[in-house]
């Protein structure tokens, strides 16, 4: 992933409290890439948001883990190609 960018001043609408942890650029094209993670019983989720401009994705809770930790520690063994694939399969 290239190396993370100031994030922007407001929140993410429907996600206020997910984390900016950097950019995917290709081309003229960059995607701000946040995590977003909640604790629901024992357990913690994770989904991730990818904002360009106006347009915004978003995958489902695809991160269950013991911790929000966990969740980072898994996020970054995504390399930006995988990222850009998931991305990429986001209708």
């Known amino acids: 992933m290239a190396q993370p960018q100031q994030p922007p001043s407001v929140p993410l609408p429907d996600a206020p409290m997910a ?25 913690a989720q994770g989904r ?13 809770w695809i991160f269950r883990e013991w911790t929000e930790q966990e969740i980072s520690d898994r996020f ?3 390399s930006p ?10 209708a």
């Open 19 to 43: 984390r900016h942890l950097g950019d995917l650029a290709r081309s003229q094209t960059r995607w701000s890439v946040y995590l977003e993670a909640r604790t629901v019983g024992t357990m």
């Open 48 to 60: 991730l948001h990818f904002v360009e401009g106006t347009r915004h994705k978003s995958t489902g």
């Open 76 to 78: 970054n063994e995504f």
């Open 81 to 90: 190609i995988e990222l850009w694939k998931i991305l990429e399969s986001l």
